[in-house]
């Protein structure tokens, strides 16, 4: 390539790149229910959730599903205070990455652990579990169900008011 090819190529690209920072400088803020506003989050918060796996306000943002090719599901799930999942397990395991916020996380016949901004767990294939925020404030994390191939979630019983407010708390 010549020279003069080269310093056109890195304009373009640095023209580029300065074009998609300004882009993503927006300031509009949106208003979330968390308190939160659209700029804070990583990901929209999605949809509401409706079913009964969860006790309180979740809201649940698909992010990639399983497909041919890949054996995961990866989605954005925003708990507001006091919400959590049922009890449940993972055929093929789970990770989660915390992205905001602060939570709670159990396996059975374990303390109730706290979760925090930039922690990750993960949950063994076929160990129940639960996880949600605190009482007090809303958590998000990305929920990575891995080798979907071998099946999805197994939803149990919800978790107790006795199980949740264990020690420790926020």
């Known amino acids: 390539m010549k020279k003069a090819d080269l310093k056109?190529?890195?304009l373009i690209f640095l023209a580029v790149a300065i074009a998609v920072g300004i882009l993503?400088?927006?300031?509009e803020e949106q208003r979330t229910d968390t308190?939160?506003?659209?700029?804070?989050?990583?990901?929209s918060k999605g949809e509401k959730v409706t079913n009964d796996n969860f006790t309180g306000t979740v809201w649940l943002n698909y992010l990639a599903e399983?497909?041919?090719?890949?054996?995961?599901?990866?989605?954005?799930?925003?708990f507001e205070p006091g919400a959590r999942t049922n009890w449940h397990f993972h055929k093929g395991g789970q990770?989660?990455?915390?992205?905001?916020?602060?939570g709670l996380y159990q396996e059975k016949g374990k303390p109730v652990e706290v979760i925090e901004k930039g922690g990750a767990i993960k949950c063994p294939p076929h160990?129940?579990?639960?996880?949600?925020?605190?009482?007090?404030?809303?958590?998000?994390?990305?929920?990575?169900?891995?080798?979907?191939?071998t099946g999805g979630?197994?939803?149990?019983?919800p978790v107790t008011d006795e199980e949740y407010y264990s020690d420790p708390q926020d």
């Open 35 to 43: 308190g939160k506003t659209g700029t804070d989050m990583i990901f």
């Open 8 to 10: 056109k190529s890195m």
């Open 24 to 27: 993503s400088c927006n300031n």
């Open 95 to 102: 990770i989660l990455l915390v992205t905001d916020g602060k």
């Open 127 to 149: 160990i129940e579990h639960w996880h949600g925020a605190t009482p007090s404030e809303s958590m998000t994390h990305i929920a990575i169900g891995t080798n979907t191939n």
């Open 66 to 78: 399983t497909d041919t090719i890949h054996n995961v599901n990866i989605g954005s799930v925003t």
């Open 153 to 157: 979630a197994v939803w149990l019983r």
